[in-house]
C-alpha cells in the first residue's frame, strides 16, 4: 500500500506544469479554499494548501499595488519602498485607526503593500494611496492608471499567484517565494503583523513550495531579481 501511494506521488510530481491548464487552480471559491484542479499536479498542492487556509473567508484582506504587468522600470521605481522607506510607510498607516497589520513587497519588477483592515472601503483605499503618494513623491492622479487594488478573496487569491510565480515576469522563477518571505519577516520583526496576516502568508508558503514540488513549474525558469 505504502509503495502504491509512493508511485502515486512521483507520478504527481513528475507531471508537466501547463499554465493555460493551471491558472485556474489558484482561485479561490467562495468560502476562500483555494480549488483544485482536477487535470494534473496542482491537485496535489492544492490540497495541501486547502487544509491550512480554511479560515480565510471573510477577513478584510486587500492588497495596492503596481508591477511589470502594468507599469515601466521608471514608474515601479517611483513607487518603490524599499528597505526603510517600506518600515516607515508600514509605521505610518498603521497609524489609521482602520489598518491592523501590513506587510510591504518592494522588488525590482513589483511592490505590493499587504494589509488587514478593520473596515474595506473607497475612503480607506483612497487613504493607502494618498500615503503611499505622499511617501513616493508622486499623487493618485499620476499613478491610479499604474496600479490594482483587490480586496478579500481576490487579494488572497493574488498572493497565491504571486508566491507560486504566476504573476512573475517569467512564470517559475526562483526568485519570488524567497522575497515575500523576506518581507513577511521584516514585517514580522517590526511587529507590523498578526494572528491573521501570519495565517495568510503561511499559508501562501505552503502553496508556493508545493507547487515547485509537486510539478514542473520552475524547469526551465530563469530567476529574475
Not at 504587468?69 to 524599499?82: E, I
Not at 514580522?188 to 514542473?216: C, W
Request: glycine share 8%; hydrophobic share 40%.
Amino acid at each position: 500500500m505504502d509503495r502504491a501511494n509512493g508511485g502515486q506521488r512521483r507520478a504527481r510530481r513528475s507531471a508537466a506544469f501547463d499554465p493555460s491548464i493551471c491558472l485556474h487552480s489558484l482561485a479561490l471559491d467562495s468560502l476562500g479554499f483555494v480549488q483544485a484542479c482536477p487535470h494534473c499536479a496542482c491537485n496535489a498542492s492544492t490540497r495541501t494548501v486547502r487544509q491550512i487556509s480554511g479560515f480565510i473567508g471573510m477577513m478584510n484582506y486587500v492588497v495596492l499595488g503596481v508591477s511589470h504587468s502594468t507599469a515601466n522600470s521608471d514608474v515601479r521605481d517611483t513607487l518603490a519602498l524599499k528597505g526603510e522607506r517600506g518600515v516607515d510607510f508600514s509605521r505610518r498607516v498603521l497609524e489609521f485607526s482602520w489598518c491592523r497589520e501590513v506587510v510591504v513587497l518592494s522588488t525590482c519588477n513589483r511592490t505590493e503593500i499587504y494589509a488587514v483592515l478593520s473596515v474595506e472601503s473607497a475612503e480607506v483605499q483612497a487613504k493607502l494611496m494618498q500615503t503611499w503618494c505622499e511617501f513616493t513623491g508622486s499623487s493618485p492622479s499620476q499613478i491610479q492608471q499604474f496600479t490594482y487594488y483587490y480586496a478579500n478573496t481576490d487579494s488572497v487569491r493574488h498572493l497565491y499567484r504571486v508566491v507560486s510565480s504566476l504573476e512573475s515576469l517569467v512564470v517559475g522563477e526562483g526568485q519570488i517565494l524567497g522575497q515575500v518571505k523576506e518581507a513577511f519577516c521584516r514585517a514580522q520583526r517590526n511587529g507590523f503583523v498578526g494572528l491573521d496576516m501570519n495565517h495568510l502568508f503561511q499559508s501562501a508558503f505552503a502553496l508556493g513550495k508545493s507547487i515547485r514540488s509537486d510539478t514542473e513549474i520552475s524547469r526551465g525558469a530563469v530567476s529574475i531579481a
